[in-house]
């Protein structure tokens, strides 16, 4: 299955007649949303990214990520034409409290959010989905299929994460475009369902 706008083809052109929806991709701190945003985005995304310095020692616990030496300060931004008729605008927001604030503003408007998570660091996911329940958004959580990452029984984690059984939960690897292309698919026919209403 291709992608319109992947393999080097021209991103597609927006006529004005598509629908567009803005989404909300959250997780915790090297949850994978910069990748995840950039790997579907079919225009040039928008990076915030940093390089972390010593000053965020003991603030960002990037303990057990030791290839991460970035991070995101303010958003990631890209454009997906999920269909031919539907275009997504993906806003990730930031995943260290410091920068929740960040994430509200950049909830505002939303239709809904992809929260994704790392199951190595399962705890640091509990505050987000605290927030965006605070925020009344219907949200779809994806579990990003980090390499060498604990794998656990659906029910073991929507137990863990105290999911309702009306929320999605699903398993993507962001770094391919398909994988994460299927994991909006879900959230948006959750979001186009009565039970997802708030």
Known sequence: MSLPGFNGSKSPILRGDERTAKVLV???FGAGKTTFVHGLSQIAPVSTEEVMTSAGEGIDDHAGLPQKTTTTVAMDFGRLHLADDLVLYLFG?????????????LAYGALGALVLTDTRRLQETYPILEL?????????VAVNAFDGAPVHPEPRLRQVMDLAVTTPLVTCDAREPVSSRNALIVLIRHLLTPESAR
Not at 93 to 105: C, E, V
């Open 26 to 28: 959250a997780g915790h």
């Open 93 to 105: 927001a930031p995943g260290q409290p410091r920068f929740f604030t960040i994430l509200k503003d």
């Open 132 to 140: 965006i329940e605070q925020l009344h958004m219907p949200y779809a």
